[in-house]
Each structure stands twice: as structure tokens, then as C-alpha cells.
């Protein structure tokens, strides 16, 4: 499980150990405990998730993401579930200080989720220059995971429960292009 955490690190977010709750994993160059918080309106909201992904019926928590790499300035994850909690859609979005760094930190990600074990690059060529999208399956849980390099930020949307098919990642990439849309219009925190 430890390393299925790792996979696409500030991309793909596990689901938190306790429902509702998130921690920060120490030892992985995660965000502090006491690292800053993005603003909750700079994750797009149930309905904007509801129009890709209509099983999403409530948003299961919100807080830091756990798993950002390296040394983000803020951070935010938010997990929308379907009703059960069988599927899940995470968004994350990282802010860094420099450009630089946001792209040494992502391309940490992409290179750490490369060695997963099971991960599989999903093709997407309409996808861009640095975005990078991914599957790994392991026992019965399949993640697909999308990270997006943006300026001083790194978009990551992950779903669970999902079969990677051309259509559910079709809607994976429309949604994490909602979620960029959303952080280029709204004013800088």
C-alpha cells in the first residue's frame, strides 16, 4: 500500500486511513503539518465534478495534500465520493514559489511514478506538454491519475473505482482542464 502512495505523487492521492481525515506523510518530502492551505474555492466544486462524473454525490474531505512533493508554498485536496464511497475523484493543486520549482517537484512525480510497481502510462495525445496521465492497479483497486504541470502549480485529479477506459479518460482530462481553467481566472492567494 506504501508504495501505491507514492504513485504520481502530488497527482495520484490515496485515499485518506480514516474517512474525512488527511495527514501529512512524513519521511516523503511531503507538506509540514503546519504548511499553508490553499484557499477552498481554488478547487473547482461537486457540481463542476458532477457534470464528468455523476456517481460524485458528496465532497468526503478537504485538506492538505499529503502527498505533494518536495516544498509547495500551499496546498489543497479535495475528495468527492460517490455515495457508497466505491468511486472517488480527487483533486489536488500545489502552489510553489518559482516556476522552477514547481517543475523539479513535478518532474519528480512523473519519475517516482514510473517506478511503481504495475503503473501503466496511459496514451493520450491530445494531452500536452507536461501533463502526464497513468494507471496502476494493485489487489482490486485501479487509480487513474492525471498531473498537470501550470506555471507555479501542479493540478493532480486521481480517480478510484474507475475502469480506465477511453472514455473515462476522455473525462478525466476535461475535468483536470476545469480545474486549470478555475486556477488561471481566480486572483492569486
Given at each position: 500500500m506504501k508504495r501505491l502512495a507514492i504513485l504520481f505523487i502530488a497527482v495520484i492521492v490515496m485515499p485518506p486511513l480514516v474517512p474525512g481525515e488527511q495527514s501529512p506523510s512524513p519521511g516523503n518530502g511531503?507538506?509540514?503539518?503546519?504548511?499553508?492551505?490553499?484557499?477552498?474555492?481554488?478547487?473547482?466544486?461537486?457540481?463542476?465534478?458532477?457534470?464528468?462524473?455523476?456517481?460524485?454525490?458528496?465532497?468526503?474531505?478537504?485538506?492538505?495534500?499529503?502527498?505533494?512533493?518536495?516544498?509547495?508554498?500551499?496546498?489543497?485536496?479535495?475528495?468527492?465520493?460517490?455515495?457508497?464511497?466505491?468511486?472517488?475523484?480527487?483533486?489536488?493543486?500545489?502552489?510553489?514559489?518559482?516556476?522552477?520549482?514547481?517543475?523539479?517537484?513535478?518532474?519528480?512525480?512523473?519519475?517516482?511514478?514510473?517506478?511503481?510497481?504495475?503503473?501503466?502510462?496511459?496514451?493520450?495525445?491530445?494531452?500536452?506538454?507536461?501533463?502526464f496521465i497513468g494507471t496502476v492497479t494493485q489487489g482490486t483497486e485501479t487509480h487513474i491519475g492525471l498531473g498537470a504541470l501550470r506555471g507555479t502549480f501542479i493540478v493532480g485529479v486521481t480517480l478510484v473505482g474507475y475502469k480506465p477506459s477511453a472514455d473515462t479518460v476522455a473525462k478525466l482530462i476535461s475535468l483536470a482542464g476545469e480545474q486549470e481553467n478555475a486556477l488561471r481566472t481566480a486572483p492569486r492567494q
Open positions: 511531503g507538506v509540514s503539518a503546519l504548511g499553508a492551505l490553499l484557499a477552498r474555492d481554488l478547487i473547482i466544486t461537486l457540481p463542476a465534478v458532477r457534470r464528468f462524473f455523476p456517481e460524485a454525490t458528496q465532497e468526503m474531505s478537504t485538506g492538505q495534500n499529503a502527498t505533494a512533493v518536495r516544498n509547495p508554498e500551499a496546498t489543497r485536496s479535495v475528495i468527492y465520493a460517490s455515495s457508497d464511497k466505491s468511486k472517488k475523484v480527487t483533486i489536488s493543486v500545489d502552489r510553489y514559489a518559482t516556476s522552477s520549482e514547481a517543475s523539479a517537484a513535478y518532474d519528480e512525480a512523473v519519475q517516482k511514478s514510473r517506478s511503481v510497481p504495475g503503473f501503466k502510462p496511459v496514451d493520450a495525445p491530445n494531452l500536452g506538454s507536461h501533463s
